[in-house]
């Protein structure tokens, strides 16, 4: 059985096109030969921006083969700084990557992220890593790249993925240049404008962009204390609006547009003085532009993650308004949630619903993560309405219990998978403690479950080519043992081994041997 996608490079109006389920595109070639049926590579990866580079570096980390295209000759150039919030950093934490990224970023406070309302972080979050990081965009994503290059990924730049034709074995993926390559499974993460999903015909249901942002560092020619007025002045009504120092006489500008065009085509310094004269009487003198970009408040989901073989992931599965700064952490966290399950699929050990709890665990967070960023937008509004909704939202979040609960919701620690009835801590992210050989993400580096045991009673026994064991009476635990997912979530809570022997098999299949 075989069905086939194939794609001509599209115009400007079909990239923003997506076609409906079941819909082929005009163009079909012809099926691949016999020749070409033997896989090359495991998996090949439509683009190495986070997502794409994360997800290649974990399935390395079980030995898939993994060739990773990016469209781009060479990597983004521009230096936008983009946030890693508490989950995305436990993640580089439990991979061995924090140290090597914390150099390149700053911490801030983890507050005041939701709608932005200057709120302090709660006390106590759950967490070692209770920060945000500022980090320039194109470092993280070439720290990613280097990351998955060092353990074993192929990355080819320039070389876009215009076709493909799936069966029961395998995806046959057809490039720019014509060349066709066998893989077993296709990724698609490859940015809002996915060729990949437009191509496998699935859906992307939700609202255009209503308004659009302009961002860009360049150089200004009046006073700072000028700018500051200006900008505390007008920052009374619009929040979406800054104008501040980045260093050696470089500012950093956002500023909304003065009305919605072609997110394709690139603005200009001019397009930046004609939206500042209109929000601010004055365009600031700015000049020298170092990188200009637009963003819109767009909010789409795909239908789904997976159609047999090819899987989307990251900004191809869902895009968002950038508020609240999620979607880079998103698109990480779906590639540390799909790698080890790709990986168990390939290696053969996968139980037969493994793959499908990818789209049922991930899924459900994108659509959460849409619905906190359209109602941010809202309390963004200038309008009067929105504004009194803003002003009572900021006085409920002098409580404790609401701050904890957006801040916990904006930086993905509050997730909780369903894994069934059980304790809280079930299905929820286990923070970094103390073991006794250090800390307990150190031992997740490898990208393996993890069985911890204060009893010192029970094993993982068969299934310990895939999970590692700890014994440790004295970890920081209110309960006597868990098992951890690769991904650091708890797949168990209890002390009985029959009960843990259900649950290996439900995680990580039939025990060797």
């Known amino acids: 059985m075989r069905s086939q996608f194939t794609a001509e490079p599209s115009s400007n109006d079909m990239a923003d096109r997506d076609f409906t389920v079941g819909e082929v595109p005009a163009v079909v070639r012809a099926p691949a030969t016999d020749a070409d049926r033997e896989p090359v590579f495991d998996v090949i990866i439509a683009g190495c921006g986070p997502t794409g580079a994360m997800l290649a570096a974990e399935l390395r980390l079980h030995d898939v083969r993994v060739l990773v295209v990016e469209k781009e000759t060479e990597p983004k150039s521009f230096v936008r700084i983009v946030g890693l919030h508490i989950r995305s950093l436990e993640l580089m934490a439990m991979r061995g990557l924090l140290e090597r990224v914390l150099p390149h970023g700053r911490r801030r406070p983890a507050g005041g992220f939701f709608a932005a309302i200057d709120k302090p972080a709660p006390k106590g979050l759950d967490s070692a890593h209770a920060y945000l990081l500022g980090i320039p965009q194109p470092v993280i994503e070439r720290l990613l790249e280097e990351h998955a290059t060092e353990l074993g990924a192929q990355v080819r730049r320039g070389c876009a993925v215009t076709g493909f034709e799936q069966d029961d074995e395998g995806v046959t993926v057809e490039l720019a240049d014509g060349e066709r390559l066998r893989t077993r499974y296709l990724v698609g993460c490859d ?32 006073p700072q204390e000028e700018i500051t007025a200006k900008v505390t002045e007008i920052n009374e009504t619009h929040k979406p609006f800054w104008l501040r120092p980045f260093g050696g006489g470089v500012h950093s500008v956002v500023v909304p547009a003065v009305g919605v ?41 795909a239908e789904r993650y997976r159609a047999g073989r090819v899987l989307l992931a990251g900004d191809a599965a869902h895009i968002h308004p950038p508020i609240g700064g999620q979607g880079l952490n998103l ?36 659509e959460d993560v849409l619905d906190n960023t359209r109602a941010q937008r809202e309390l963004l509004s200038a309008e009067p309405g929105p504004q009194a909704v803003r002003r009572l939202l900021s006085e409920l979040m002098d409580f404790d219990v609401v701050n904890r609960h957006l801040i916990e919701k904006i930086t993905a620690i509050g997730i909780r998978y369903d894994f069934g009835d059980g304790p809280d801590l079930l299905g929820r992210r286990l ?65 009985d081994q029959q009960d843990l022997d259900a649950h290996l098999s439900r995680w990580f299949g039939t025990p060797a041997g």
């Not at 249901?205 to 860009?216: A, D, I, N, V």
């Not at 009673?457 to 209110?478: E, F, I």
């Open 191 to 222: 940015g809002a404008r996915s060729t990949v999903r437009k191509l496998l015909g699935v859906g992307f249901p939700g609202e255009p962009s209503r308004t659009e942002t302009l961002m860009g560092e360049m150089e200004v020619g009046v």
């Open 261 to 301: 065009v072609d997110r394709a085509e690139p603005p200009t310094l001019e397009d930046f003085k004609h939206a500042l004269r209109a929000i601010a009487g004055t365009d600031f003198g700015v000049h020298s532009a170092r990188w200009l970009s637009r963003f819109g408040d767009a909010t789409r989901l």
């Open 331 to 366: 698109g990480v966290q779906d590639a540390v949630n799909l790698g080890w399950k790709l990986a168990a699929q390939i290696r053969d050990w996968a139980p037969g619903t493994l793959l499908d709890t990818y789209q049922a665990e991930r899924r459900p967070v994108a």
């Open 431 to 495: 923070r970094d403690i103390d073991v006794k050989q250090g800390r307990l993400y150190d031992l997740l580096h490898r990208g393996r479950g993890l069985l911890l045991d204060r009893t010192e009673r029970l094993t993982a026994g068969g299934w310990s080519d895939r999970v590692d064991y700890l014994a440790d009476p004295t970890a920081a635990l209110d309960v006597p043992c868990v098992l951890l997912r690769p991904d650091g979530h708890v797949a168990w809570i209890g002390d």
